[in-house]
RNA sequence: UUAACCAGACUUAACGGUCGCUGGAUUAUAAAUCCGGAGGAAAGUCCGAACACCACAGGGCAGGACGCUCCAUAACUUGGAGUCACGGUGACGUGAAGGAAAGUGCAACAGAGAAUAGACCGCCUUUAUAUCCUUUUGGGUAUACAGGUAAGGGUGAAACGGUGCGGUAAGAGCGCACCAGUUUUCCGGGUGACCGGAAAAGCUUGGUAAACCCCGUCCGGUGCAAGACCAAAUAGGAAAGCGUUUUAAAGUUGCCCAGCUAUGCUUUCGGGUAGGUCGCAAGAGGUGUAUGGCAACAUGCAUCCCAGAUGAAUGGCCGUUACUCUUAGAUAAGGUAACUUUUUAAGGGAACAGGAUUCGGCUUAUUGGCUGGUUAAACCG
């Protein structure tokens, strides 16, 4: 198993794990995402994405999903807590480009770490 | 050359590096290798089907959709070729294009009058009054009243056929000729819508049916979250077995067993939730070609296998090359010039948009150039 890889253990699928979070996690706000958070039932990080039709059509959702897993891809060896994490993002991201979604998912990350 | 019209195919790319995601196959085990992995609209979910389940003897009413002709198709409200009407100099475009002499309704403003028409001005006639001329009858002008009149003016999107001659007090299809239109009949062409021609009739009937309506044709409902199968845990149900308890009932003189009831455990059964598998990717399939057809399309042959995810894959980063726009510069060629072509640098842009059972269409969104055909105008030969 080399450190980029993504398998699906990693990533929040099924939906009782969504409503566990909706109900119980800590809420992360920035600009342009909201994060909820708790202590995670499996043993690495994992993290979901929300991104409902208010956000943008599918073409750009989709690109905003291929962006923060690929963030997170990079990055969840950084710390090894296991958290479940589950982003949501916010109306006006649509309009980024890639490199300042980025920086704004630094700027969410960090706030994370924080907790 | 310029300005247009129509049709078609394509589409933000291509290559390399690196890190990934997803389906399959093979090794074989938790990894490796190989092969696949968004669109012309995948969209809107507007029509038509396949497929699945439910309902269903047959017929009618209601409701809805459609409405020129022939052809194509599994089917269609779709497509092709035509007809007719309208628009355009033209290529061509647009059209829910049956019925208004079944019935009902509607028509702002203007106008006298808007559908078994209508006298505002005008025109004509009678009578009365005034006045003038002539002065024998009579005639002219003005006003008023009554009547006639759809020629002319004026209004309007639309005024109840048009032109001419006759006719008349003035007029009028009142009569006649020609023209337009309607209906009927006949001849010729076309599969047909329809087109061309001839005759007769009554002389003429306005518009609106995406107003009600009438006529004709068609239509059962729900949608892959359809539906089929496998199937934990928990609760409850049924059956069997084992154990326990004591109250009530039955039985017994009384007691015990059996039985019954209650309860616990185990097993089995059926229903069935989470979850999973199938449905689900070889098809009214694609590509090429031949034949038939104006074409839509059909048939034959060859060849190919081309996404199957489910909080939902098909991507991120770096580099190079093209495409295009703007700005600045350079050189040569053409040109009086504006400018065009070539080239360098910097900066920007690349749309609309992403499968979710599958097909055939329609509609809508949209970047950029490309190819072919056609029309009009100008110039040259």
């Known amino acids: 198993m080399t450190q980029f890889s993504f398998p ?3 990533r929040i699928l099924k939906r009782k794990d969504f409503k566990r979070l909706s109900k119980q996690g800590k809420k992360v706000l920035t600009q342009y995402f909201i994060a909820l958070v708790t202590k995670g ?3 690495n990080n994992r993290i979901g994405i929300t991104a409902s039709k208010r956000v943008g059509n599918a073409p750009e959702r989709n690109r905003i999903k291929r962006l923060i897993r690929e963030y997170f891809r990079h990055r969840k060896e950084n ?3 296991t958290k479940d994490i589950n982003i949501i993002a916010r109306k006006g ?3 980024l480009p890639n490199k300042e979604i980025n920086k704004e998912l630094d700027k969410l990350f960090n706030k994370i770490s924080v907790l």
Do not use: G
């Open 8 to 10: 699906k253990n990693k």
């Open 41 to 43: 039932a499996a043993d």
């Open 79 to 81: 710390n090894p807590e």
């Open 93 to 95: 991201i649509t309009s």
